[in-house]
Structure formats: structure tokens, C-alpha cells
């Protein structure tokens, strides 16, 4: 039996798309094929799965531009290899609530989870509209999985002192198929997989072996949609039914294409998107350093597993 390299794989436990790719790399043999035996950890969000990665508590992790940006300014230990997904973030309100777009948030408050590509988001769209955070709109902390008890406990135009949510799928589309919300924003977030340094510098092949995986993965969803969906409903705990997992995932071309096409690498466009963002962390004081996005990707390992 030959001996197979162990990795540490941290992923985001309430995360969709992203946690079914996870649990096809926990369930099926993709990993053994590329010599490597996975050891996972879960967490709710990107902040707390930063903590870990500069912990050295893991060795990949699978996160947004958000919550990568955030790390690689405080830590130069780690490397984009490829791209994760596409997902989405939205800003939802109430049915009954009279808010119709993000201008109408002024003097409002606006709860979301901190640290997370919904919140820059979120930011972004008031600016965008007009609005400065902060003065204008009253924003809160609010983690993601605490979300659905606030829903679920009004039925009137606003959650107690909270008029708007901000938050990353599944949960927005969970409410969304239940309609206990009405989205006012939409928005796309390119998403990545990172890898230690000091990892790869221990296991060079590691990050090509483990891109061949995350491609396999990428391939046993597209064939076995309703496992996977059912895995990540086992393990994360989330009351979602299939319906919402499918339009989570309907933003990712990856489950749209054939198993040749699957693309791990970034557009131009995504390269921009991820800029954009860090720009606009660094320019409000989010992080300590402008990250150079693009200069913190590493595609090389792409090359070497023959992937695109």
C-alpha cells in the first residue's frame, strides 16, 4: 500500500457549491487517486478559517477574494493556486418591507456577516448608491448561520431593528425559495483555493496532486448533483432544500459544461473583480496593506496537473 501525503484541508461548513465539492472530496477516492489523504476542517466563515491559516492549523483552504485579501495582507506564507467558484452575495429584505434598492437604506441598519465578501459587498453597493457606511446606513455584525432564526421570527416590514440582511448562498437562496425575503442587490464573487508555502515547500507535488482532485471533484458533482447536494445537507446542518443548493450553484460555469471544459483558472475579469476589492478593502482602512492580487497568484501548479 503505497504511503499517501496527508493535507488539511480547511473549507466553509455553511457554504454552497464550495461544500459540495468538499464532501466529494471527503466521500469518494478522488483524493487517494492523487496520493493524498485529506484531513478536513469546518468553519462558518472566512474570518475564522484566516485565524487558523495563520495558526498553521491547515495547509488549503477554499475561500472568497474577501477573506483571501485579508490574509495575504498579513501573511506572506500563503499562495492562490486556482480558482474555487463563483458564488453569489445579496443584500434581501423582508416582502413587506417598502425598501426597493440600496439608496433606500439611508438611515437604516443593515446586519451582515464581518469579514466576508457579503460585507464588502455590501459596502461597496451604498457607496455605490450614494451612501456612506457608517454615517448613512447603520451597519451590524451578524454571522451567517444566525440569520435564519431572525427570518423566521418576523413576518412584518423589518427583523426587530434590523430593515436589511446581507449574506452569501446558500442562505440567500434558502429564503429566497421560502420567500421570507425580497433581494434589493445582487452580486458575483470569485472565489479561490489557497495553499501554504511552507506546505508546498514539504510536499512540491502537493499542489498539482491536489489540483487533479479538486477537478475530479469538480467532475463527480456534475454527474451526481443530488449526492452531493444531500452530503452537504448531512454535514452542514442547514434547514435547505435541493431546489436552493441547484440556484446557488446555477452562477458556477463549471457545473454547466463538460468535463473537459472545467476551468480552474481566472478571466481577465476575475483578476480585475479581485483587485477592485482589495483596493476598496485598503482605501477603507480593512486591511493594512494594498494586496497585489494577481502577483499572489501562482497558476504554474495548473500547468503541471494539464488542467486549464
Request: overall charge negative.
Amino acid at each position: 500500500m503505497r504511503n499517501l501525503t496527508s493535507i488539511r484541508i480547511g473549507w466553509q461548513s455553511t457554504w454552497a457549491t464550495q461544500g459540495q465539492i468538499t464532501e466529494v472530496l471527503k466521500h469518494t477516492s478522488v483524493l487517494a487517486k492523487n496520493n493524498l489523504l485529506g484531513n478536513f476542517f469546518g468553519f462558518i466563515s472566512g474570518a475564522p478559517l484566516n485565524t487558523a491559516a495563520l495558526a498553521g492549523q491547515v495547509d488549503v483552504l477554499f475561500t472568497a477574494d474577501v477573506p483571501a485579501a485579508t490574509l495575504l495582507s498579513k501573511s506572506d506564507n500563503w499562495v492562490i493556486i486556482g480558482r474555487l467558484m463563483y458564488n453569489r452575495v445579496a443584500i434581501y429584505v423582508p416582502p413587506q418591507s417598502p425598501i426597493e434598492n440600496v439608496s433606500a437604506l439611508r438611515g437604516k441598519t443593515v446586519a451582515m456577516p464581518f469579514g466576508t465578501a457579503a460585507q464588502i459587498m455590501a459596502l461597496e453597493a451604498e457607496e455605490s448608491a450614494g451612501l456612506t457606511p457608517g454615517i448613512d446606513v447603520n451597519n451590524i455584525n451578524l454571522p451567517i448561520n444566525e440569520q435564519a432564526f431572525l427570518v423566521n421570527s418576523s413576518t412584518t416590514a423589518k427583523w426587530g431593528n434590523i430593515d436589511a440582511l446581507a449574506g452569501f448562498d446558500p442562505t440567500p437562496a434558502i429564503f429566497q425559495e421560502e420567500n421570507l425575503t425580497r433581494y434589493i442587490y445582487t452580486g458575483k464573487v470569485v472565489s479561490v483555493i489557497m495553499m501554504s508555502k511552507s506546505y508546498i515547500a514539504q510536499h512540491p507535488r502537493a499542489p498539482e496532486e491536489f489540483l487533479r482532485a479538486f477537478n475530479a471533484a469538480y467532475v463527480y458533482y456534475q454527474s451526481n448533483v443530488t449526492q452531493a447536494n444531500q452530503w452537504f445537507i448531512d454535514d452542514s446542518g442547514l434547514n435547505v432544500i435541493p431546489e436552493a443548493l441547484n440556484m446557488s450553484a446555477s452562477i458556477e460555469p463549471n457545473l454547466n459544461s463538460s468535463a473537459s471544459s472545467i476551468r480552474l483558472g481566472f478571466l481577465p475579469s476575475d483578476y480585475k473583480s479581485m483587485q477592485d476589492m482589495a483596493d476598496f478593502m485598503y482605501s477603507n482602512n480593512m486591511i493594512s496593506e494594498n494586496v497585489n492580487m494577481t502577483g499572489s497568484v501562482n497558476l504554474q501548479y495548473l500547468s503541471q496537473a494539464w488542467l486549464k
